[in-house]
């Protein structure tokens, strides 16, 4: 459903380089915050059942049973024929992993979460990574540094910045380890309200001061993925998984943000991402 049949209006919308953004209403950005806490509870529902031996579909379910008890759907869902509820990415796998049934989790394990939900219209994205039992030193370094560059770059979803104020931010954090990482260059965030994917294309690298403005009522999703090894991905044949070149492994993980004038608004963290920006010394509306 539209935002204009939900709401009887047409979303603001920004021409920025000859491309349209949607810029919301605070009551707008309150219905996304719905989406977005539906969202966090389901994926705090499938971390929980995360164990060796369940499978990618038992996951699967479990996202979508939440959902739809929330009173939402699922984003994913049928997504240019996708079909899960979720994105269960292991391992090599950086993103669009297909959910499936006969596919069992094992120790050691690394699985990317990728859920979204639409409440009333309005949508929510989000991902982690997890490993299945205690993480290796390597695995427990590469999510540690993916999820700081990506909270490094919320902590830039200042009103005033620009876009690659963000970009810079998640790559300087990469960058900064001892380790060489690799930043997956051919996929990155996204503007997101009414669908799921809008304009901006958000980066995660570039150099500062670029791209549109931040403004109050622009919402993004902010998703690094990093790999051990090379950033080069290929396809496979089902159309969707993506997965590391060189057989590295990866982690992917991903907010959705609102920019507000009292600071970025983390539409799909539990708190708001109080805890998660409070290191960059940046405190965000709740």
Not at 92 to 99: A, Q, R, Y
Not at 182 to 205: A, K, R, S, W
Not at 216 to 225: D, F, N, Q, R, S
Request: glycine residues 14%; charged residues 20%; negative net charge.
């Amino acid at each position: 459903m539209s935002a204009a049949g939900i709401l009887g209006r047409l979303p603001l919308l920004a021409k920025w380089s000859g491309r349209m953004i949607q810029i919301k209403t605070p009551h707008e950005l309150e219905l996304m915050r719905a989406a977005g806490l539906v969202v966090a509870g389901a994926i705090a529902a499938v971390r929980a059942a995360v164990r060796p031996g369940v499978t990618t579909g038992e996951l699967d379910a479990i996202a979508e049973d939440h959902i739809r008890g929330a009173g939402a759907v699922p984003s994913f869902l049928g997504y240019h024929g996708f079909t899960g509820s979720i994105c269960a990415s292991i391992n090599d796998e950086v993103v669009h992993g297909i959910p499936d049934r006969s596919r069992a989790l094992a120790e050691g394990d690394n699985i990317s979460i990728d859920c979204g939900a639409i409440l009333h219209g309005w949508h929510g994205d989000s991902a982690v990574t997890v490993t299945v039992g205690p993480p290796s030193a390597e695995d427990a370094a590469l999510i540690d540094v993916t999820e700081r560059s990506m909270w490094a770059g919320l902590a830039k979803a200042l009103a005033g910045g620009r876009l690659t104020d963000i970009s810079h931010a998640v790559e300087q954090t990469i960058t900064a380890e001892h380790h060489a990482y690799g930043i997956v260059d051919h996929y990155g965030g996204h503007g997101i309200g009414t669908e799921m994917h809008q304009d901006p294309h958000v980066l995660n690298y570039g150099r500062p001061g670029r791209g549109p403005r931040l403004v109050p009522g622009l919402a993004l999703a902010i998703e690094p993925m990093v790999t051990v090894g090379d950033p080069a991905t290929v396809e496979l044949e089902d159309g969707w998984t993506v997965v590391t070149k060189d057989g590295s492994r990866a982690a992917h993980f991903e907010h959705t943000v609102a920019i507000t004038p009292e600071g970025p608004w983390v539409l799909t963290a539990e708190d708001g991402g109080v805890a998660g920006l409070a290191p960059f010394g940046v405190s965000p509306r709740t």
